[in-house]
């Protein structure tokens, strides 16, 4: 067979185990989620995640549901709450376009 002792004697101290077959995972969403998730999105594209797993009863976090949307090819963002302008600010931002 062209093996050295070493070889075989290494082997023959390890033995020969079996790979473990592991199970996998199971994903929280199945194939109808994730297509009520798409419809719901071409519906309304303004939909979050948060929306999405109230919406829809969906067993899952709103990143499971955010990590699927950016793997189809989705972007997202995150959304901030901003206090609107007051008049003495929109006065002060037309000046300087001027």
Known sequence: ???????????????????RVREKRKKKLNRSSKMKIRNAIRSNPFLIPKDLVQKLNLNCSPETIRAYLVGYGMSYRNLTNKEPLNDDKKKCSKTKLV
Do not use: C, D, P, Y
């Open 1 to 19: 067979m062209r093996i050295s002792e070493k070889t075989v004697s290494r082997l023959q101290k390890k033995g020969f185990k079996k790979k």
